[in-house]
């Protein structure tokens, strides 16, 4: 699971600098976890989200951002309060959720909102 700063968030995500409109840069759908070193319900989540990433290893993408180290990232998508997960499909717009999800919440939401199937 990769962690995204600022530049890498750029070329892998969203060119915010570039663009206005919304246009993903990656290749296939992702996550985003914007989560901070504090937040109890955010440790939570990290295990749930290792074991995603091994499972949809090579068809969905999850990354972390560190809100106090990104805050502009955070400010982009209006972040209010973590975790919050960022679902990005390949060709529609993203969808934000708030809160500790279970595994079977993210599982629905990977066929659902990203389109893929285990």
Known sequence: ME???????????????????????GDKPCIIDFYADWCGPC???A????ELSKEYEGKVDIFKVDTEAEQELSAIFG????????????????????????????EK????VLGVKN
Do not use: C, R, Y
């Open 3 to 25: 962690h995204l700063t600022k530049e890498t968030f750029k070329t892998k995500i969203f060119d915010f600098e570039n663009n206005k409109e919304w246009k993903f840069e």
């Open 43 to 45: 440790k939570m989540v």
């Open 47 to 50: 295990p749930v989200l290792e």
């Open 79 to 106: 972040i209010k309060s973590i975790p919050s997960i960022l679902f990005i499909p390949k060709d529609e717009q993203p969808q934000m959720a708030a809160g500790a999800l279970p595994k079977q919440a993210f």
């Open 109 to 112: 939401a990977i066929e659902d």
